[in-house]
């Protein structure tokens, strides 16, 4: 079991730049989740998927921020533009049944925006 | 939606001794409490958790203790070790699809040799 793999694992971009960050979850678990580390805010859950579809994206901040799950084996988070404030640490993470069973996280991405 | 409370935000012992830190949680629905540990440069790992329709739970040197009355659940660890200095974080979750794992502010832990 390779875990749940996250690339890039350190991204420096200009502020307005795209930026796409990419997991792939752990084989056989059917939800997947993406989260927000900062020292200000703590963990945040930005959206969580079910069987590939978006079952809460309340934390997403804001129409800059998009994710997609085209399929069960992978899931990608998107920042356009992005803005320095988005500079944080993205994990994701998987679970066999939903948040209510242990959370799988992936080493994450640190994402800095100049 | 569910707020979770975690106290300290830093604690600091000596190696031998226990550790123990609390959180608290809102949401009466809540029924799965896990706790995690994160190392410098890692996402956070599970190290134990509890239901709700369980009172306590061990695993060698680390316990869960859940009062539901009270919407608290504890985690204790003994005979602490350098390498347990990490990050803990609690969460609680309810039982819906729909539901969310919220996590407390997390307790920086460091057990000095």
């Known amino acids: 079991d390779a875990g749940v793999i996250q690339s890039p694992r350190h991204e420096v971009t200009e502020m307005g730049q795209e930026v796409t960050l990419r997991c792939k979850p752990i084989?056989?678990?059917?939800?997947l989740f993406w989260y927000r580390q900062t020292m200000m805010r703590g963990l945040e859950l930005l959206i969580y998927?079910?069987?590939?579809?978006?079952?809460?994206d309340s934390g997403m901040p804001e129409d800059r921020f998009s994710a997609k799950m085209p399929n069960a084996s992978f899931s990608t988070l998107k920042i356009q533009p992005s803005e320095p404030r988005d500079s944080a640490v993205y994990f994701c993470?998987?679970?066999?049944?939903?948040?209510?069973?242990?959370?799988?996280f992936g080493n994450g991405t640190r994402l800095t925006v100049t | 939606g569910e707020n979770v409370e975690q106290h300290p935000s830093t604690l600091s012992v000596q190696e031998g001794d226990s550790a123990v830190i609390k959180c608290t949680y809102s949401d009466s629905a809540s029924n799965y409490f896990p706790w995690y540990k994160q190392e410098l440069g890692k996402g956070p790992q599970l190290i134990i958790d509890?239901?709700?329709?369980?009172g306590e739970k061990k695993d060698q040197r680390i316990a869960v203790t859940l009062n539901k009355t009270a919407k608290h659940f504890s985690l204790h660890i003994t005979e602490t070790q350098p390498e347990d200095s990490a990050v803990y974080f609690c969460?609680?979750?309810?039982?819906?699809?729909?539901?969310?794992?919220?996590f407390g502010d997390g307790t920086t832990l460091t057990v000095k040799p």
């Open positions: 969460a609680a979750s309810d039982n819906t699809n729909a539901g969310k794992s919220t």
């Open positions: 993470a998987s679970s066999l049944r939903g948040p209510n069973s242990p959370l799988h």
């Open positions: 998927f079910n069987n590939n579809v978006p079952i809460d």
């Open positions: 084989s056989g678990h059917n939800s």
């Open positions: 509890i239901r709700s329709n369980v």
